[in-house]
């Protein structure tokens, strides 16, 4: 992860709160590595002078911070879950990915809220879509 986020000199990276550190560890590389060879000694090896990295900064939306699971929507979304059905992974299809979401747990309720802590399930469905479709909990 590190690497990546260096490599493309990002400004601001979408983490979950569960992954803020490990943006700091790369926050922690950057500097280090800024200070060990930017600056001038970089400009005396023959380099422009500067920093070699941009400090990354976290970027965490207040929704869909911590995305939980469509099979128990208590648990978060995770790649080590032994289910495959609990994840949407990166090279799922879109018709597999469609699939997921028709079988992911529901409740027994009728209706849609969000907030509500008997519906954990709900709330996690209703939250995948407010980022997907870009809508607010008014709309």
Known sequence: MASDILLYQCDLVPVGDDQKQH????????????????????????????????IPEALISPEGARVMSLTDGLSKMSKS????????????????????????KTDSFAGLEFGNPDRPECNNLLSIYQLVTGKTKQV
Request: net charge positive; charged share 35%.
């Open 81 to 104: 879950t032994p289910s495959d059905q609990s994840r949407i992974n990166l090279l799922d299809t879109k018709d597999i990915i469609a699939n997921k979401f028709k079988r992911c």
């Open 23 to 54: 943006l700091e560890l790369t926050r922690e590389l950057a500097e280090r590595v800024n200070f060990l060879f930017g600056g001038r000694k970089w400009k005396k090896l023959g380099g422009n002078g500067g920093k070699l990295f941009k």
